[in-house]
């Protein structure tokens, strides 16, 4: 069974600063993809960025980024000048690619993040 | 494109009742995921549908939740009897495949 962990509750930073939330997670997968999500206060999922796992280079997606480190089980995100309408939870999720049609994610508990004027 | 549709919103209820939510989602999306996301939580899957078969219902209740998928459109996701600890938000996801998964607004559900 897969687990995903975010060890930062909440986090703050000023607007236009520059913020990284951490997320590690736990598989013997080989083969496999990575995602944030952002979950605003009208609680829908949005898709923020996803990384293959057999890809070496980091997605990144505008102001988005993501350091993957796939030997240390790491998926931390890069928000560049943040904006006010970047305040929500953000979830890190993983879903296993091992063929058949299973694709479910497995999130962590998420990190409340507030952009500050 | 339309997005996933679900209803209601909102819903309370007392233990002991019974409840059901709708989903309807995006056009052509063979597959349909319900999750539970309890408060200070992320979301965890229910069901997840293929057409109109079950790929994985390993964590559903299936003593007091059911659902279905008539003709691999539409679901419906009810729970009976309900609990206190069934309060939650009860979020519908489409996809083609694994790829464009599209959540929809979710049903906050509490339970008094």
């Known amino acids: 069974a897969q687990t995903v962990t975010q060890s930062q509750p909440e986090m703050s930073v000023q607007e236009a600063e520059t913020v990284t939330l951490s997320c590690t997670y736990d598989?013997?997968?080989?083969?496999?993809?990575l995602f944030w999500y952002k979950q605003p206060p009208s609680r829908q999922m949005i898709l923020v960025i996803r990384q293959e796992a057999y890809k070496q280079q980091n997605a990144t997606e505008n102001r988005f980024s993501v350091n993957f480190q796939k030997a240390a089980k790491s998926f931390s995100l890069k928000i560049s000048d943040s904006q006010l309408g970047d305040t929500a939870m953000y979830f890190c999720?993983?879903?296993?690619?091992?063929?058949?049609?299973?694709?479910?994610?497995?999130f962590g508990k998420g990190t409340l993040l507030t952009v500050n004027p | 494109e339309a997005g996933v549709a679900q209803s209601p919103r909102y819903k309370i209820i007392e233990k002991r009742q019974s409840v059901a939510f709708w989903c309807n989602p995006i056009s052509g999306h063979a597959t349909l995921y319900w999750y539970q996301q309890i408060l200070g939580q992320g979301p965890k899957l229910l069901i997840q549908?293929?057409?109109?078969?079950?790929?994985?219902d390993s964590q559903l209740p299936k003593d007091r939740f059911s659902a279905e998928r008539l003709k691999g459109v539409d679901s419906t996701l009810k729970i009976q009897p309900a609990k206190l600890e069934d309060s939650a938000v009860y979020l519908c996801a489409s996809s083609r495949d694994r790829h464009g998964y599209t959540f929809g607004s979710g049903t906050r559900l509490t339970v008094v």
């Open positions: 999720a993983f879903m296993p690619n091992s063929g058949g049609s299973n694709y479910k994610l497995t």
């Open positions: 549908f293929q057409n109109n078969g079950v790929v994985d």
């Open positions: 598989t013997s997968e080989n083969n496999y993809y």
